[in-house]
């Protein structure tokens, strides 16, 4: 079982910068992927970004650019670095950690953080 706790959200207005963090209750280098995903009202939940544990990353096309994922694993934590934010990347992100265990992958996720970018 891992436990995904986020933070970092709130309120910020365009243009502005926000930094997510997403604590694991497990050393994350036994995590396969662990990526950052969101959902704004009335939408379905999509992913932004991921990390590998072999470090790869990956992005949404509408956050290339703005947004970085990183990890430490000192700390068992993945960062999500916010740059340029705009009023469409108001959600609540959740964090979430997929695991393969004998051959079978498991999703964890966290409890999700508000983000809101105001105009």
């Known amino acids: 079982q891992v436990q995904l706790v986020e933070s970092g959200g709130g309120l910020v207005q365009a243009g502005g910068s926000l930094r997510l963090s997403c604590a694991a209750s497990?050393?994350?280098?036994?995590?396969?992927?662990m990526g950052w995903y969101r959902q704004a009202p009335g939408k379905q939940r999509e992913p932004v970004a991921t990390?590998?544990?072999?470090?790869?990353?990956n992005y949404v096309d509408s956050v290339k650019g703005r947004f970085t994922i990183s990890r430490d694993s000192t700390k068992n934590t993945v960062f999500l670095q916010m740059d340029s934010l705009n009023p469409e990347d108001t959600a609540v992100y959740y964090c979430?950690?997929?695991?393969?265990?004998?051959?079978?992958?498991?999703?964890?996720w966290g409890q999700g953080t508000q983000v809101t970018v105001s105009s």
């Open positions: 979430r950690a997929d695991q393969v265990v004998r051959g079978v992958m498991r999703a964890y």
């Open positions: 497990i050393r994350i280098f036994s995590i396969d992927v």
């Open positions: 990390v590998t544990s072999s470090g790869s990353t």
